[in-house]
């Protein structure tokens, strides 16, 4: 299986930060990666796909980005909508794995 | 828009059997790979099942393999999980999620979910 280390697991930011949350994979993806955002209570969204594609109506200070085995979401100057958990997702093999997250939090 | 309703969870003892459902509407079901995807309490996102929106293929997570089950009828735009023989693990919100693309007879990534369902499994 493949696995997923996001860093950090737990962040504290401001609004209007820059943030950077980071997804390692145990072995080549080549782009096949996505990141959703969780608040809590709700389910899952679909933020990036194809390690840099912003779904439609997703806000333009999300984007991702991959060199190698590592994938990038950066998040331009945080909205207070923007405090969640953050997870990565592979769907290069089956079984189809999530990173453990990453929890954006108020400082 | 596109919704997805799960409903049949509850509070079953370890052994038991239940099975989830996930009413699709707002889309062409029919055409769409669907998944489940379960979060334990407090704890992040594990993939558990997807079929092929033809219903001529599926996979499971390692962990729910010859346990679990994932049906559909298209008739109906319903998508099940079967699952037996609980345990304790196993206890977590259930979510039904759709694939992005149609017609892809592999997963894709999960454009639309549901509100999920809470499954507890305890003595």
């Known amino acids: 299986d493949i696995q997923l280390t996001q860093s950090p697991s737990f962040l504290s930011a401001s609004v209007g930060d820059r943030v950077t949350i980071t997804c390692r994979a145990s072995?080549?993806?080549?782009?096949?990666l996505a990141w959703y955002q969780q608040r809590p209570g709700n389910a899952p969204k679909l933020l990036i796909y194809?390690?840099?594609i912003l779904q439609s109506g997703v806000p333009s200070r999300f984007s991702g980005s991959a060199s190698g085995t590592e994938f990038t979401l950066t998040i331009t100057s945080l909205q207070p909508e923007d405090f969640a958990t953050y997870y990565c997702q592979q769907l290069k093999t089956i079984p189809l794995t999530f990173g453990g997250g990453s929890k954006v939090e108020i400082k | 828009q596109v919704q997805l309703v799960e409903s049949g969870g509850g509070v079953v003892q370890p052994g038991w059997s239940l099975r989830l459902s996930c009413a699709a509407s707002g889309f062409t079901f029919s055409t769409f790979g669907m998944h489940w995807v379960r979060q334990a309490p407090g704890k992040g996102l594990e993939w558990v099942a997807f079929?092929?929106?033809?219903?001529?293929?599926?996979y499971y997570a390692d962990s729910v393999k010859g346990r679990f089950t994932i049906s559909r009828d298209n008739s109906k735009d319903m998508l099940y999980l079967q699952v037996n023989t609980l345990r304790a693990e196993d206890t977590a919100v259930y979510y039904c999620a759709r694939d992005r693309l149609p017609h892809t007879g592999y997963p894709q990534y999960f454009q639309h979910w549901g509100q999920g369902i809470l499954v507890t499994v305890s003595s």
């Open positions: 079929i092929r929106y033809d219903g001529s293929n599926d």
């Open positions: 072995q080549g993806i080549t782009s096949y």
């Open positions: 194809a390690a840099s």
